[in-house]
């Protein structure tokens, strides 16, 4: 019995010990507006929409990621251009039903849909959450 | 009538400061609690969000007081003045410091060095146990009649062993006044090295007195809500509140005063009479941040655990320090 409280007290100690320990470590959390946590490289955060080296978009409207998205957040309008090629005429995501699976980027055969790592995606409306390609071109920049 | 001025000033400043000390360590216990559990606690309002109590209170002192229709009015109004009254009533007996003279005139650093200094501080913490019943009770709600059934079961648990622990400094000092207390320990030393087990006993039963963590069962928030205090809002839940803060300063003061020597600083340094507040103050925050580390690391007993705990632990416990103390000094 003797033993039985000796352990018992000293189990309290060593809880006291480790709240004191954590005391004088550093928070986890963050003073978030203030401080931002730097997200990891390979985090999925919105879309980017890139251009070629030329400054014209590398989307040539191919459907394919509209077509793998398991969401089905992305529409495109394909157009043709001056020289007969194709481009998008409207590409938007809606990233309120947007998973952030990343399919969309692996699916593209030109690289033109990339995933950037901005995480403060909120709007105040329902209707800015659904990125026209001007802005997802913008992303990218 | 110059002492009755005197008197009157210092209860003015007693009470004002130990009404923001109230203020604050709901401050620190919110910084600390949140700096053990790899939070940065309140920071927002002021410099590390030094402002945040005044906030609070400003924002408690604006609520809606909402008042339950089928509540026993009288007594539910008169509960929270009770528990707040009491608990701010005993610090009119510690002392803080030994006699300083100021401007010519004497000045005793204590609002009253009454002789039964001890019995006064018992007597009202027991008083303040009413507040949580009547407001238990007169709140008609089941978990708040819970709380107050609890509180009085604990009250009894522990004011026993509470008041026999601190049989054995009144036997070393022979006198219930606390100020001669504190001379006694600046004779024989400080009190907590012959007491262990009397100072051990009284801090585990003050923190029960408090109802703080891990004894805070008659407002355990998981089973019973928020306890006594459920229907209380506004400002009449911010006097709960303090009082409960109020007497954890207080329980750590009578702490420092039976078991640590009062305002005596340590034997190597030596220091003027205006020193004595100071070490008081430091005294009494390790106190007060021990009780805060408490809550911070132990779970609530459960409801059996702590009677069980009082009465078969503590009880034999304290009557075998009293029988100690008495051999050793028979000897």
Redesign the interface.
């Known amino acids: 019995m003797v033993r039985a409280t000796i352990k018992g007290i000293w189990a ?1 100690i060593k ?2 010990g ?3 320990r ?2 004088f ?1 550093r ?3 963050m ?1 978030y507006p203030e401080e931002k946590r730097e997200p990891y490289l390979r985090y999925r955060g919105s879309h980017i929409l890139r251009l070629d080296e030329k400054g014209k978009e590398r989307c040539v409207a191919c459907s394919l990621c509209a077509t793998i998205c398991p969401a089905q957040v992305i529409t495109i309008e394909p157009g043709e251009g001056n020289e007969h090629e194709k481009y998008p005429i409207t590409f938007e995501i809606d990233m309120g039903k947007c998973i952030f699976c990343g399919y969309c980027v692996e699916a593209c055969p030109k690289a033109a849909i990339i995933m950037s790592r901005s995480y403060e995606l909120a709007e105040y409306r329902r209707d800015d959450l659904t990125y026209d390609k001007e802005r997802l071109i913008k992303a990218g920049k | 009538m110059v002492e009755f001025a005197i008197i009157i000033l210092e209860i003015l400043v007693v009470f004002g400061v130990l009404l923001l000390l109230v203020a604050y360590l709901t401050w620190l216990e919110r910084k600390v609690l949140g700096h053990m559990q790899s939070r940065l606690g309140p920071h927002r309002v002021g410099i590390n969000g030094l402002l945040q109590p005044i906030a609070d209170g400003i924002k408690l002192f604006f609520k809606e007081d909402v008042i339950v229709t089928a509540a026993d009015k009288a007594v539910y109004h008169l509960a929270p003045f009770i528990i707040l009254s009491t608990a701010l009533s005993t610090v009119a007996v510690i002392p803080f410091g030994d006699t300083i003279k100021l401007f010519g005139y004497e000045i005793p650093l204590r609002i009253a060095d009454i002789n039964i200094g001890l019995l006064y501080i018992f007597a009202l913490s027991s008083l303040g146990v009413y507040g949580i019943v009547l407001a238990g009770w007169s709140s008609n709600n089941k978990y708040a009649l819970m709380g107050g059934l609890r509180s009085a079961a604990q009250m009894i648990s522990y004011e026993l062993p509470l008041g026999l622990a601190t049989i054995g400094v009144l036997m070393q000092s022979e006198s219930l006044s606390l100020g001669k207390i504190v001379q006694a320990q600046a004779v024989q030393g400080w009190f907590f090295l012959p007491q262990f087990i009397g100072f051990l006993i009284f801090f585990i039963c003050a923190v029960a007195e408090c109802n703080r963590t891990p004894f805070d069962l008659p407002e355990a928030e998981g089973e019973l809500v928020a306890g006594f205090h459920i229907e209380y809002s506004s400002m009449k839940f911010a006097l709960f509140f303090m009082a409960e803060y109020a007497s954890v300063i207080l329980m750590s003061a009578l702490t420092v005063t039976l078991f640590f020597g009062g305002w005596l600083g340590p034997d190597f340094i030596s220091c003027p009479a205006w020193c004595g507040p100071i070490w008081f103050g430091i005294k009494v925050f390790i106190f007060s941040f021990v009780f805060i580390w408490l809550r911070a690391t132990f779970p609530r007993f459960r409801y059996d655990q702590l009677m069980k705990f009082g009465w078969k632990i503590l009880f034999p416990l304290s009557i075998i320090n009293i029988a100690l103390t008495a051999i050793v000094m028979i000897r």
């Open positions: 309290l809880g006291l480790v709240t004191v954590f005391f470590t928070p986890v959390t003073k």
